[in-house]
């Protein structure tokens, strides 16, 4: 699940490498559930996407930009990373946990008394038994102790990301408070949200499949790719296609 979240397309929205604007798409504009032009990208983008900063492309119902996975959690790949929570947080609870067993193994195999050098025994507290248990052994000590703070921060992730799936909302919406005033109208119920997020099918990539080939992207759809062009270069230019011929569009 992480090097799927790692490598997979979030759902990047391409880029229009042109000096004219698109055409202002039909439905609303501006806004937080508007169309919303994108100076960097040359695009209007669609509700509920975003631009990236980090990986500057605008990405389709953004999420958050993960610096652990190094891609963005976006609308094809946020099922994955929510795997990924799941099962990071089980490892490091369950790392945790066996660290704690051995530690309490140790404990228990601790001597109640001491013998000194004299021949004097020295009765040992619960604190002494459990202070002797962890010098005993200080690599498990500290492991344990540093996948603790990982399960904690780890689990309490996974709980806020369960709860944004459940009100059908990213990250990003719930830090701008987008559905403060605005009605979400992605949200169908708990259930439906989550057979939703998991159960259907994932949106198809906009990229092109091959980045070799010289692709056009239509002015007026942003969410189009052109397919791979075929034809002379003589007759292909980047903003319009010349010669009287139209470019055949792949709707995706």
């Known amino acids: 699940a992480l090097w799927i979240s790692a490598t997979m397309d979030p759902g990047i929205i391409p880029a229009v490498s042109s000096p004219i604007k698109p055409v202002p798409p039909e439905g609303q504009l ?6 919303r032009y994108c100076s960097t990208c040359n695009i209007f983008r669609p509700p509920r996407s975003k631009h990236c900063n980090s990986c500057n492309v605008c990405v389709s119902k953004f999420d958050h930009h993960c610096p652990w996975v190094g ?3 976006g609308e094809r790949n946020h099922r994955f990373f929510f795997v990924f929570l799941v099962a990071i947080s089980g490892l490091t609870i369950l790392t945790t946990a066996t660290s704690v067993q051995i530690l309490v193994q140790a404990y228990d195999t601790t001597k109640v008394t001491r013998t000194a050098g004299g021949g004097m025994s020295t009765f040992l507290s619960a604190l002494g038994r459990l202070w002797h248990a962890v010098i005993s052994m200080p ?9 603790l703070l990982c ?3 780890l689990v309490s ?5 369960a709860m944004i799936i459940s009100v059908a909302q990213t990250t990003n ?6 559905y403060h005033i605005n009605a979400n109208e992605a949200d169908e119920g708990c259930l439906k949200n989550w057979a939703k997020a998991f159960c259907t099918g994932r949106p198809d990539s906009r990229l092109p499949s091959n980045f070799s ?3 056009y992207c239509d002015l007026s759809v942003p969410e189009s790719v052109w397919r791979p062009v075929t034809r002379s270069p003589a007759r292909l230019d ?5 010669g009287g011929g139209e470019a055949e569009r792949v709707m995706v």
Do not use: D
Request: charged residues 10%; hydrophobic residues 45%; proline residues 8%.
């Open 151 to 153: 399960a904690w921060s």
């Open 71 to 73: 891609n963005c959690i």
């Open 30 to 35: 501006g806004g937080p559930l508007g169309y």
């Open 238 to 242: 980047p903003v319009l296609p010349t």
């Open 139 to 147: 690599i498990v000590f500290l492991f344990g102790s540093f996948t």
């Open 173 to 178: 919406e719930r830090v701008r408070n987008v």
């Open 213 to 215: 080939q010289n692709v």
């Open 157 to 161: 992730l996974l709980l806020y990301h």
